[in-house]
């Protein structure tokens, strides 16, 4: 399994694989969302990782640039979307693709990487509750599903005096995103 960097030749394969691991009736929005996410400037710095099998793209993870208006001078980002191939799910190819993505992100400087997931399994790479840091999503997440909304400290102090109101990228600042 080799996890590199996606390339312009890689957004068929990347559009084709979330429309199949999200299924008919997500994954067309899911892919969607993928492409004006690669052609929004307010998404840069995108960090955007394929993970590839033979010759084959199994997997994919998306990362963009986030905000929170009161301070601009942070850097950090959100992981949404991430995507692996039916028949590889379960085999921890996602679990590399988070590994991978987030140790580049800590190189680069970044100090929070957010996500709205599944918290049993983001949490086993590190992320826990965001709201309860203080960190507020672009769009209101339902009460049951608070815990979904996550963060990952990569500078360790990071968390603190940083809460507030993050804003996306354009593309991904549209509330049917923001529903888990």
Same mark, same amino acid.
């Given at each position: 399994?080799?996890?590199?960097?996606?390339?312009?030749?890689?957004?068929?394969?990347?559009?084709?694989?979330?429309?199949?691991?999200?299924?008919?009736?997500?994954?067309?929005?899911?892919?969607?969302?993928?492409?004006?996410?690669?052609?929004?400037?307010?998404?840069?710095?995108?960090?955007?990782?394929?993970?590839?099998?033979?010759?084959?793209?199994?997997?994919?993870?998306?990362?963009?640039?986030?905000?929170?208006?009161?301070?601009?001078?942070?850097?950090?980002?959100?992981? &949404?979307?991430?995507?692996?191939? /039916? !028949?590889?799910?379960?085999?921890?190819?996602?679990? %590399?693709?988070?590994?991978?993505?987030? #140790?580049?992100?800590?190189?680069?400087?970044?100090?929070?990487?957010?996500?709205?997931?599944?918290?049993?399994?983001?949490?086993?790479?590190?992320?826990?509750?965001?709201?309860?840091?203080?960190?507020?999503?672009?769009?209101?997440?339902?009460?049951?599903?608070?815990?979904?909304?996550?963060?990952?400290?990569?500078? &360790?102090?990071?968390?603190?005096? /940083? !809460?507030?109101?993050?804003?996306?990228?354009?593309? %991904?600042?549209?509330?049917?995103?923001? #529903?888990?």
């Amino acid at each position: 399994m080799q996890i590199r960097p996606s390339q312009e030749s890689d957004r068929g394969a990347i559009s084709r694989l979330h429309v199949s691991a999200f299924g008919p009736a997500q994954g067309p929005a899911i892919a969607a969302l993928v492409e004006e996410l690669f052609d929004d400037p307010t998404a840069e710095p995108i960090l955007s990782l394929v993970a590839v099998s033979d010759t084959m793209l199994v997997g994919h993870i998306l990362f963009t640039a986030v905000t929170i208006p009161s301070k601009p001078q942070r850097s950090m980002q959100i992981l &949404a979307p991430l995507a692996v191939a /039916n !028949e590889y799910q379960g085999a921890g190819v996602g679990g %590399l693709l988070i590994t991978e993505g987030l #140790q580049q992100l800590a190189g680069s400087g970044v100090e929070l990487v957010f996500v709205l997931g599944h918290p049993g399994y983001y949490s086993r790479y590190g992320f826990q509750p965001a709201g309860v840091q203080g960190f507020t999503a672009p769009y209101p997440i339902a009460p049951e599903h608070a815990d979904a909304w996550m963060v990952h400290e990569l500078v &360790a102090g990071a968390l603190s005096g /940083n !809460e507030g109101r993050i804003q996306c990228a354009e593309a %991904l600042n549209q509330p049917q995103h923001w #529903q888990e």
